[in-house]
């Protein structure tokens, strides 16, 4: 049995930029259930909009992007609908359209070779034991066990090492679901989709590579009805949906309280999504899981004795800010308040050409 300074379950952004921080200054094993190759395995469900957040993450790492993980067109803002009012709003919005599997791909392949990363690999449990965290998981078909002395969770939503380290903490989730369609709009557009009939969380729609993406996070009973439901209520806004040609399915956190930020303890550390580290507002999370790898990277290079409170001292800011965002979920989803701020203006970029914008509003 292998033993290594740290073992990282999951490669997603979190545990991708992790492992690649980490690498020559600790000895890694690093875990994720995607393929690195072929077109089949575990593709996270996402819009795939980098946000100016992660973007400043990037130049910190002083890390640029190569051109195949860059989806097309790129979109300079956001149109928000209120299905219940019919108010629309464009607002600007400095996003990255990209591909999020080629991404996630890139970001793995930035990991230095001195790093022990199996893909295809799926971790089945983890227990603790005179000290050292252990792990057993699956590559190849065959079982294998190693020991570590730091354990990270960077294994996003559904995280076994927070369910392991927190098997009573309960936080909100809705069901994500996504279609992509062959866009027929008339011009590709983001937009955010309002509407407190069918979800208290919200939708959006993204224009990528010639296709039509629409999602939304609904609660677990019945997200599919509702997702449904919805699709119909959007036709009168010119939405334009067709036959799905991708169906995708996943659980998303949406943080509510101070509590559902849970930074890990006894040398085990979460980060991104396991975290519950994503903005409640948009459900953007790409910029958590590099902002929350970031600090813990350089917690581990100090390897204190106390890295467990030390972690979560470094990860206050970032959690006050996700605070913030909990409290912007409870103003946007709250549908007096949002009308009023819709109706307002303020932001407001308004398009003077004859074009689609203008029809839907
Ligand atoms: C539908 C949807 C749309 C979204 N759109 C955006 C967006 O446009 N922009 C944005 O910034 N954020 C978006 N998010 C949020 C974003 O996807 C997440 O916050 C982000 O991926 C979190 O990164 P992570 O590395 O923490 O976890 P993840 O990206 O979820 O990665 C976790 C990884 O762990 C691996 N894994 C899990 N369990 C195991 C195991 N037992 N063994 C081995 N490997 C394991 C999986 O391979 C997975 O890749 C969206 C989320 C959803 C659901």
Redesign the pocket.
Known sequence: MQHFDVAI????????ALARQLAGKKSVLA????QQRGTGG?M????????PD?QRSFIRMGITMPKHVMADPQIFSVQTLDVQTGVARNYQRS?LNID?HAF?LWMKSLIPASVTVHHD????KIWRENGLWHLS?VVEGVTRHATATYLVG???????VRRQLYPTHEIRKYV?L?QWFKDTHPSPFYSCVFDNHTTDCYAWS?SKDGFFIF?G?FAMKEGREHFEALKTRLVPFDFRFGEPVKN?K?T?LCPSRWKDFVCGKENAFL????AG??SASS???????LDSAEILAGVLHQAPENANAVYERKTLGLRIKLMGKVVKNRCLTTPWIRSAIMKSGVSHIRVTQDDVTEARA
């Open positions: 379950i999951g490669l997603g952004p979190a545990g991708a875990l994720d259930k995607k575990f996270k469900p996402c819009g795939g909009l980098l946000a992660a996003y999020r996630d690999a799926l971790c089945r998981y960077g294994d996003g939503a559904n995280s076994m994500a996504q993204i999602g996070a995708e996943c998303v980060i991104g999504e396991a580290f994503i459900l953007e999370g790409i910029s958590y899981a």
